[in-house]
T-cell receptor
Framework: GENVEQHPSTLSVQEGDSAVIKCTYSDSASNYFPWYKQELGKGPQLIID?????GEKKDQRIAVTLNKTAKHFSLHITETQPEDSAVYFCAASYQGAQKLVFGQGTRLTINP | ETGVTQSPTHLIKTRGQQVTLRCSSQ?????VSWYQQALGQGPQFIFQYYREEENGRGNFPPRFSGLQFPNYSSELNVNALELDDSALYLC?????????????FGPGTRLTVT
């Protein structure tokens, strides 16, 4: 079955700098890759997603890139702000599946 | 438009007891999936409900069961609770049972088994 590896497990950056979180997946059938942000005591919030027919997607300060050949996808956050501090999860799925398979999460801390 | 809601927020149960958790899906969504999130881990898929029937199941024993109602809301039932069942239980609603569609999560129910 699908396996998603996420790195790093913790990331600390200065406010205003960029943050990058990377994930790899194992199942070549996977074609949908969402990213979630989870704040303390809350459920995961979908922040951006990408499908396999697209190599990059951007939404304001957040971008996601996908390399299907290498089975890598990454989240890029630019001009980080204190409110970006949270745990971020990547996930993968495909059309015939029902479930999302999640990475282990990255705890992002933005230092003022 | 109402988002995904879950109840209760917190629950404390004793080993061996049974528990029922509830989820109301987002307006317009006909599919509900349940996930278990242990502390410090990513969510793990329990099962999905579509058209009031189980439509896929993860690696969880039969004592985890569910229901979906005509209004698409859902329940998760866990029998014979074990200490390892302590976790955050999340439901996610989606406009389709396909894995290629967005899933929107509720705030979760924190279950503690003592």
């Amino acid at each position: 079955g699908e396996n998603v590896e996420q790195h790093p497990s913790t990331l600390s950056v200065q406010e205003g700098d960029s943050a990058v979180i990377k994930c790899t997946y194992s199942d070549s059938a996977s074609n949908y890759f969402p990213w979630y942000k989870q704040e303390l005591g809350k459920g995961p919030q979908l922040i951006i997603d990408i499908r396999s027919n697209v190599g990059e997607k951007k939404d304001q300060r957040i971008a996601v890139t996908l390399n299907k050949t290498a089975k890598h996808f990454s989240l890029h956050i630019t001009e980080t702000q204190p409110e970006d501090s949270a745990v971020y999860f990547c996930a993968a799925s495909y059309q015939g599946a029902q479930k999302l398979v999640f990475g282990q999460g990255t705890r992002l801390t933005i230092n003022p | 438009e109402t988002g995904v809601t879950q109840s209760p927020t917190h629950l404390i149960k004793t080993r061996g007891q049974q528990v029922t958790l509830r989820c109301s899906s987002q307006s317009g969504h006909n599919t509900v999936s349940w996930y278990q999130q242990a502390l410090g881990q990513g969510p793990q898929f329990i099962f999905q409900y579509y058209r009031e029937e189980e439509n896929g199941r993860g690696n969880f024993p039969p004592r985890f069961s569910g229901l979906q109602f005509p209004n698409y809301s859902s329940e998760l039932n866990v029998n014979a609770l074990e200490l390892d069942d302590s976790a955050l239980y999340l439901c996610a609603s989606s406009p389709s049972p396909s894995g290629s569609y967005e899933q929107y999560f509720g705030p979760g129910t924190r279950l503690t088994v003592t």
